[in-house]
């Protein structure tokens, strides 16, 4: 939707406004957005992991809300770029050790009774993408506004469900039920070096309403407006 007059003004201050670059703008519990941080959504600048992780929050809190008006949505849960690249570290290579706690942050503590689960990916520090595993259809698929496969790390985060479910439910997770999916023609693609931020935020805001992914280049402008927005809100727009 078109923002308000209001609602511009707010994007405007915070995107392009005068202040210290380490001025904080925006704070939950740990997390916080810098002035710094919130001028990279000015068109043109490649997001940093603080603005994203933020957003995520911000879906994170949407997703509560939309499930406390509908009391039979199952929950989601949004994961830091931490995650990823603590379980499949460059170096070292698959380690569930380093995230077997935590599943103890997500809604009932289960992941498999969540609906969908959002996984940034920060790929050699140079480029954002995301996988999603939605729950309870057993799907997992890679989203990349460059177009990559993915594979390495859906095949990733199905050894972690295997490793998750035999270690909190003492029992082995029937992998033939599960598909996994790389990235497909129809995902969304940028068409320059720096809005790879932009494009996972908005594949895990459109993922996580159940909306499809029918944004484009042309919208990346109202969708670093809607971050921006949100971020100050501290909720994302329904």
Not at 149 to 160: K, P, S, T
Request: hydrophobic fraction near 35%.
């Amino acid at each position: 939707r078109p923002l308000t007059e209001k609602e511009q003004s707010i994007v405007q201050t915070a995107i392009f406004g005068m202040g210290p670059p380490s001025e904080i703008l925006a704070t939950s519990d740990t997390d916080t957005v810098q002035r710094e941080s919130m001028r990279r959504l000015q068109p043109g600048q490649w997001l940093n992991d603080e603005v994203i992780h933020y957003f995520l929050l911000c879906l994170a809190r949407r997703d509560e809300q939309m499930c406390k008006k509908d009391t039979n949505r199952k929950r989601s849960h949004f994961f830091k770029s931490f995650f990823v690249s603590k379980l499949m570290d460059e170096a070292s290579g698959y380690r569930y050790q380093n995230v077997k706690r935590w599943s103890k942050k997500v809604a009932g503590k289960d992941v498999f009774a969540l609906d969908k689960i959002v996984f940034p990916i920060n790929v050699g520090g140079v480029h954002w993408t995301c996988a999603v595993a939605f729950m309870q259809e057993k799907k997992i698929q890679f989203y990349d506004s460059m177009g990559g496969g993915g594979q390495r790390y859906v095949n990733g985060l199905l050894r972690y469900f295997e490793d998750e479910h035999k270690d909190k439910k003492k029992a082995s997770l029937d992998t033939s039920e599960w598909n996994l999916v790389s990235c497909q023609p129809d995902t969304p693609q940028q068409l320059n070096g720096f809005d790879c931020g932009v494009f996972t935020c908005m594949f895990a805001d459109f993922l996580s309403r159940d909306m499809p992914l029918i944004f484009s280049q042309e919208h990346v402008t109202e969708c670093r407006e809607r971050i921006a927005l949100s971020i100050m809100n501290g909720s994302a727009l329904f």
